[in-house]
């Protein structure tokens, strides 16, 4: 063999090498960036690094808790999952809902299977203003449910999966797996109102670490 074809052979197997590790990289790695909400300063209408607010228009985003805290906000005393930090949505009786979205690190590949776990909770006391200009303060806490969607660079919304009746007082871990039928650029957690529920209502749920990952 010659010295340009052992050059050659070694150029080769350095690049199946570098294939080789990346996939192994890719997979089991999580796609979402600060998933537990630890990066970013806690407080009402605040939104943790990497995240952006997707909820009804002309109203606050959702509220970034930090268990540390000596005055808990809205009375919610829970203690994060992961670290101190969590995030919480809630829906409105006027019909409006909060929601948080992420640009994905790398888009997620058509007809690849995903994994995607998050925990989620309730709190027995949920005390909130209804509205940006009023002052005075409701219950909100009714359990509501969580819908997760995957968006393409079209700005076409899938819906991939819904977490109904988060009416338990701990941290419960819930796991979806799906294949993304389309090129997913982003992906949406919108709380909404539960079926068994005649008329929107002032609910909430407590969102914590999430992973995303391909299997």
Known sequence: MTNQS???L?????????LLISMFELKGQNLIQNGSFETGIAGPSLVA?????????????????NTKNIKPLFKVYTLAQ??????????????SVECIGQQLKKSLSIDST??????????????????IKSTETADFNIAADLEVYGLTNAGQYILL????????????????????L????AIEFRAFFTFDQLLPYNGHILIDNITLSKL
Do not use: M
């Open 161 to 180: 999966d819904v977490y109904e009746d988060i009416k338990h007082y701990n941290w419960n871990k819930y796991t979806t797996t799906f294949k993304a």
């Open 82 to 95: 992961d670290g101190d930090q969590f995030i919480s949505l809630v829906t409105r009786a006027n019909q």
């Open 182 to 185: 389309k090129e997913f650029a």
């Open 6 to 8: 052992l050059f050659r």
């Open 114 to 131: 995903y994994l995607l776990e998050i925990y989620l909770n309730s709190s027995e006391f949920f005390e909130s203003r209804t509205s």
């Open 10 to 18: 070694n150029d080769y197997l350095l690049i199946c090498f570098l």
């Open 49 to 65: 690094k990497y995240w952006y607010s997707c909820g009804t228009k002309g109203y606050t985003p959702p509220n970034l808790h």
